[in-house]
């Protein structure tokens, strides 16, 4: 069964951190593009930072500096480190591996508030 389980989330004050992860199933774990997407409320969901299939990540420039993608093949887990949150970091965060025809994670709250 294809899973991929997050964990993390939470509520977090402005300048806090929170580290996601996302446990993928190993029958869709390789070289693929896979990555982290947000939607916050009322707005379309977007790419927050994405490992290309060479494994070369990418942030979104409004998480440049402060959030960072990682990956731990051995134990087939992506991480979203966040560190100096801001309100407008507020969403549903889901994971994402774009091995066809595209799997997503149940996705979870990350809420930045004071």
């Known amino acids: 069964q294809v899973q991929l389980v997050e964990s993390g989330g939470g509520l977090v004050q402005p300048g806090g951190s929170l580290r996601l992860s996302c446990a993928v199933s190993e029958s869709i774990w390789g070289f693929y593009t896979m990555g982290w997407y947000r939607q916050a409320p009322g707005k379309e969901r977007e790419m927050v930072a994405v490992?290309?299939?060479?494994?070369?990540?990418t942030h979104v420039d409004s998480v440049k500096g402060r959030f960072t993608i990682s990956r731990d093949h051995a134990k087939k887990t992506m991480y979203l480190q966040m560190n100096s949150l801001k309100i407008e970091d507020t969403g549903v965060y889901y994971c994402?591996?774009?091995?066809?025809?595209?799997?997503w994670g149940q996705g979870m709250q990350v809420t930045v508030s004071s």
């Open positions: 994402y591996v774009n091995r066809p025809p595209g799997y």
């Open positions: 490992f290309s299939g060479m494994g070369i990540p």
